[in-house]
C-alpha cells in the first residue's frame, strides 16, 4: 500500500519536474522572449529636480529612428536624466544609470534598443535642440 502511494508521488514528482523549463535569460537577468518588435514608444527629458525640461512632446521617427525634442531656454544639458519607453520586452543599450550629458548638440547622443528576442538591433539618435 505505501509502496505505491510512494511510487505514485514520485511518478508525479518527475512529471512536473521534466515539464519545468529553464526560461532563457540575458546578461542583465532579463527574460528572453520571441518578441521581435523593437522600437521607442515615448522619451522623456528630466532635468536635475526631476521635473521635465522639454517644451513640447517629443517627435519620434520609428522608420528614421530619431528622436527630436526641444527643450527650455536656459536648461542645464550636462545633467539630464532621459527616459524611454520601449516596445514590451525591450531593452535599452548603454544603460541608463544616471546623469547624462547632452550638452554636444553638434554630435547626439545614440542609444540601441534590442528586441525582446535579442536578435533585432534598432540604433535611435536623440537630437536636442533650444
Known amino acids: 500500500m505505501y509502496s505505491k502511494i510512494l511510487c505514485s508521488f514520485l511518478v508525479i514528482s518527475v512529471l512536473f519536474a521534466g515539464c519545468k523549463k529553464d526560461l532563457p535569460v540575458d546578461e542583465d537577468g532579463l527574460l528572453i522572449t ?7 514608444g515615448n522619451f522623456e527629458l528630466l532635468g536635475s ?22 527643450v527650455l531656454f536656459g ?3 550636462k545633467n539630464v536624466y532621459p527616459q524611454f519607453s520601449l516596445a514590451s ?21 545614440t542609444f540601441t534598443v534590442v528586441s525582446g528576442n535579442r536578435l ?3 540604433p535611435y539618435k536623440v537630437i536636442v535642440k533650444f
Do not use: H, M, W
Open 49 to 70: 529636480d526631476f521635473v521635465t525640461v522639454r517644451s513640447k512632446a517629443a517627435v519620434i521617427d520609428t522608420v528614421a529612428q530619431t528622436i527630436n525634442v526641444e
Open 89 to 109: 520586452d525591450c531593452k535599452l543599450e548603454p544603460k541608463i544609470v544616471g546623469k547624462q550629458d547632452f550638452s554636444d548638440l553638434a554630435n547626439p547622443k
Open 34 to 40: 520571441g518578441r521581435a518588435e523593437c522600437y521607442v
Open 120 to 122: 533585432v538591433r534598432k
Open 75 to 77: 536648461t542645464d544639458l
